[in-house]
């Protein structure tokens, strides 16, 4: 399909019809998809040009809209059209639509995971959504690119897309924010300079968060060190609830049950109440004591304790390392899944018993561990987007020194990033470097 560029110039056999009007658009700068109605004035003449080749239009096209624009967030294309749901009879049993902000939107993690936002997957079969994307003036180009796929799609849900690179408009009400961009450690940089510089840009979307989102959005954050950037972002969003933010360690309970079922020779669906404890750092610390298999204790399925105890919890470290010698490239597709499974643990109610792993703020958590730090800890969800700690967890003295090595290492990242979450200056001592393979 074409895809319209919107000016504010007047041509009369371009004009919309009265009954359709919508906002003027940025050409090469913002995509606002407004299907749901928008008002414009009746003196303010819109022209279309479509991005088809000049000899290929049958009439004049627009100017280009001088680059310095200062608007950061507009409409584009078919997402210009506008409708009301509710005259449509088959949209007339769909939920309010919800808006859904995402950072990071032109990688390749994005590039999987905004269509499974878009297709229902996510939010389910009768949810509409806006989609507000962020990326930098970078790859601002490449967000046009993912306007477009999105428009040439076709999604019936779908019903708003923007872009832009400014988080104080792209974050405007949003109720989801999807924080996966963050700059990957280069050669030569040391932990300390990646937590400094990612937790740089958390800061500011924290703050962006804090000053136009929804009082009540729930904040996922994906950019390593996604906890201690979660705990950034959150310091820097006061008036939003700090049990409203996760980092995201559902892709490690996902390689944990993936390798708990290979082990056993059973499905991976057989497998529940995985957790992973800590950081997502290799100090995380994936938990058989808790874990079961067609509902019976894991240790008593899998009775090599050796295995469990060392090479389960190293393949789970290692498998995003094993992954890249084999795809050369860090996962994609599998973090946006696990992206997906960490927002449907909190839109779906928890099965009986059962329980997730997200990393969330420690304050008021029943394990003794230290507070005011982001911690994967097992959580179960009534479906209403928050969670509860889950209570009835067994904790031996192997899981606890575990445990307490992760915290620890933690807790020296909230100090190298204490000039960046108001508690004075910074002072790093992390004992050891523990990224994650892939985050090199």
């Given at each position: ?6 000016s504010?110039s007047?041509?009369?056999s371009q ?82 639509l ?30 509409p ?7 930098s003036e ?19 849900l779908?019903?708003?897309?923007s ?13 989801w924010?999807l924080?996966i ?19 740089q ?15 009540n ?10 906890n ?11 008036n ?39 950081n ?7 938990d058989?004591?808790?874990a ?16 469990l ?56 958590n ?17 479906g ?32 190298c ?20 393979p892939?985050?090199?």
């Open positions: 399909m074409a895809l319209s560029k919107i504010t007047h041509t009369p004009t919309l019809k009265p009954n359709f009007y919508s906002k003027p658009c940025v050409p090469l700068q913002c995509y606002d998809a407004r299907r749901s109605g928008v008002s414009f004035e009746q003196h303010r003449k819109l022209r279309i040009s479509c991005s088809v080749a000049p000899n290929q239009v049958q009439a004049p096209v627009a100017p280009a809209v001088p680059s310095d624009t200062t608007s950061n967030r507009d409409c584009y294309g078919v997402f210009c059209t506008t409708y009301d749901l509710k005259a449509d009879e088959k949209t007339k049993s769909w939920k309010s919800i808006k859904i902000a995402v950072s990071g939107a032109a990688g390749m993690i994005s590039n999987h995971l905004l269509f499974k936002l878009a297709s229902g997957e996510v939010f389910g079969p009768d949810q959504i806006a989609l507000q994307l962020l990326g970078r790859s601002l180009q490449a967000l046009e690119g993912v306007a477009m796929e999105l428009e040439d799609s076709l999604y019936p779908l019903r708003e897309v872009i832009g690179i400014n988080p104080y408009e792209v974050f405007q009400d949003c109720e924010a924080l961009g963050a700059k990957p450690r280069g050669p030569g940089m040391e932990r300390a300079g990646l937590l400094d510089i990612n937790g840009i958390f800061a500011e979307q924290g703050k962006a968060l804090n000053a136009v989102a929804s009082r959005v729930k904040v996922i954050v994906v950019g390593n060190p996604c201690t950037n979660a705990l950034i972002c959150l310091k820097n969003a006061p939003i609830p700090a049990k409203n933010f996760h980092a995201l360690t559902r892709l490690d309970e996902n390689r944990a049950k993936c390798q708990l079922a290979l082990k056993a020779g059973v499905f991976y669906d057989k497998v529940s109440n995985m957790t992973i404890w800590g997502h750092s290799t100090t995380q610390v994936p058989f004591l808790n079961k298999i067609n509902g019976i204790p894991v240790k008593e399925v899998i009775k090599d304790t050796k295995w105890e060392t090479e389960f919890t190293e393949r789970v470290q290692k498998r995003g390392g094993v992954l890249i010698q084999k795809w050369g490239r860090s996962s994609a597709a599998s973090t946006a899944v696990s992206i997906v499974d960490a927002i449907r643990s909190l839109v779906t109610p928890t099965p009986e018993g059962d329980w997730f792993s997200t990393g969330v703020y420690t304050n008021g029943p394990y003794g561990i230290a507070e005011d730090i982001v911690f994967s800890m097992p959580c179960r969800s009534k209403d987007g928050d969670y509860e700690l889950a209570k009835d967890v067994i904790i031996d003295d192997f899981l606890r020194e575990r445990i307490k090595k992760s915290e620890a290492e933690l807790l020296a990242e909230k100090r990033v204490a000039h960046l979450t108001g508690e004075g200056n910074a002072f790093c001592d992390l004992p050891e470097d523990t990224m994650l892939g985050e090199q």
